[in-house]
């Protein structure tokens, strides 16, 4: 059975740093195209970076590319997302996703507020 478990999420000043954990298990991480995503309120769901299974970082949505840095620990079977200059706009549920064939699994998320 497939879970993903997301942590690391809090409140954060603008210009702060959060870096956010996705544990996988029933999955072996370094095999698996997995992703990043947030949602804020009244906002629909967005992809915010993907590693796929060689380690090569696929994408990053542009309003975070050069603050965000998506990563993978094989040993922890674990993947990453460092946040730096965090502003506002970035408050949102984050969510940790991994596709396996036809299927996609979700995490439960955890939030991150930027505010002063």
């Known amino acids: 059975q497939v879970q993903l478990v997301e942590s690391g999420g809090g409140l954060v000043q603008p210009g702060g740093s959060l870096r956010l954990s996705c544990v996988a298990s029933?999955?072996?991480?370094?095999?698996?195209?997995m992703r990043w995503f947030r949602q804020a309120p009244g906002k629909e769901r967005e992809p915010v970076a993907s590693?796929?299974?060689?380690?090569?970082?696929?994408y990053y949505l542009d309003s975070v590319r050069g603050r965000f840095t998506i990563s993978r620990d094989d040993v922890q079977n674990t993947i990453h997302l460092q946040m730096t200059n965090l502003n506002p706009e970035d408050t949102a549920v984050y969510l940790c996703?991994?596709?396996?064939?036809?299927?996609?699994?979700w995490g439960q998320g955890t939030q991150v507020t930027v505010s002063s």
């Open positions: 996703n991994a596709v396996l064939g036809s299927d996609l699994y």
């Open positions: 590693i796929n299974s060689s380690g090569g970082i696929g």
């Open positions: 029933g999955l072996t991480a370094s095999t698996t195209f």
